[in-house]
């Protein structure tokens, strides 16, 4: 069985960082999309960040690239959300998703397509 276990949430102040974690196991998909999504009181919930095993491709929702950076480390099953200079704006429960496709060039953190969601962190930034 498939699972992802978000990790790294919490409450920090507007200007300060926080590295959030989705400990994977269970999956031996040859090829995936996996990364972030986040969902904000009373909003639909968007894309953040997310990352194409296919080609290393990334993508990241609008005006999140050089605040955020989304790593994938093979060896421990895990990708993470470094998430600096953070912003009220940012405060949203955070979900890890993965999709088992190939996809190159990576333009979209493809929703639709994801096979598997965790439970999600809360991120709180206070101003």
């Known amino acids: 069985e498939v699972q992802l276990v978000e990790s790294g949430g919490g409450l920090v102040q507007a200007g300060g960082s926080l590295r959030l974690s989705c400990a994977a196991s269970?999956?031996?998909?040859?090829?995936?999309?996996i990364g972030w999504f986040r969902q904000a009181p009373g909003k639909e919930r968007e894309g953040v960040s997310c990352i194409s095993s296919s080609d290393g491709s990334t993508y990241y929702g609008d005006s999140l690239q050089g605040r955020f950076t989304i790593s994938n480390d093979n060896a421990k099953n895990t990708v993470y959300l470094q998430m600096n200079d953070l912003k009220p704006g940012d405060t949203a429960v955070y979900y890890c998703a993965v999709a088992s496709i190939i996809y190159y060039y990576l333009v979209e953190c493809p929703a639709n397509d994801m096979d598997y969601w965790g439970k999600g962190t809360l991120v709180t930034v206070s101003s």
């Open positions: 269970g999956f031996t998909f040859d090829n995936y999309v």
